[in-house]
């Protein structure tokens, strides 16, 4: 990755391992183009967490639109599709020791980009419950913390200010709750896991 970004101009410094477990790796570094501008400040994280715990993946090239401004060619990736990926992020906000702003803010951009990616059913009432009253626990600052920071600027202006939070995090609750409402408990689920990773009801891994 290192050499990619230097292809390109961008230095990678100040790289730091801030997670490692058997499912996930994720590293905090400051991007510094070559003539030395403002550094950007980003994450990068890669999943391991086995296939078969949930098939519903896809893979397909990186849309154009997102590599572009780098002036690279897309790469393939596999990657969840929006049920699957929705049902984890439901089962991250409802399992996690402690809740994060990212779980609200990628909630609302699967529920609004996908609708229809909860279906009635999936996931069992308890958990919709949990996930529906932690939509609420974090207040602005922690979001600004933990999401708004990594915000390209033109997308901070939108989303980036007390009103805009609080306007997610009724977003998210309300479409959880039409979902707990819709659905009939007893489904096939999923439990939140300790690292937020959902684990099927029947039986874990």
Do not use: C, N
């Not at 290192?2 to 570094?29: F, N, Y």
């Not at 391991?48 to 990736?77: K, N, Q």
């Amino acid at each position: 990755m290192a050499a990619i970004l230097r292809s390109v101009g961008v230095i990678p410094e100040d790289v730091r391992a801030v997670e490692a477990t058997d499912t996930t790796r994720r590293w905090k570094l400051a991007l510094v183009p070559a003539e030395r501008g403002v550094p950007v400040r980003t994450k990068v994280e890669f999943s391991f967490r086995r296939a078969d715990l949930d098939p519903r993946t896809v893979l397909e090239p990186v849309p154009e639109r997102i590599v572009a401004p780098y002036a690279l060619r897309p790469p393939i990736a596999r990657h969840y599709t929006a049920a699957a990926a929705a049902e984890q992020k439901v089962g991250a906000l409802a399992g996690r020791v402690e809740t994060q702003a990212r779980d609200v803010f990628d909630l609302e951009l699967l529920l609004r980009g996908w609708p229809d990616a909860l279906a009635p059913g999936r996931i069992r009432a308890g958990i919709l419950d949990l996930a529906i009253e932690r939509a609420f626990e974090l207040p602005y600052t922690a979001f600004r913390a933990q999401v708004g920071a990594f915000l390209e600027d033109g997308v901070r202006q939108v989303y980036d200010t007390p009103d805009a939070w609080s306007a997610a995090q009724t977003f998210v609750a309300e479409r959880l709750m039409t979902v707990r409402a819709t659905g009939a408990d007893g489904g096939p689920g999923i439990e939140g896991g300790d690292d937020g990773a959902p684990v099927a009801q029947e039986g874990r891994a």
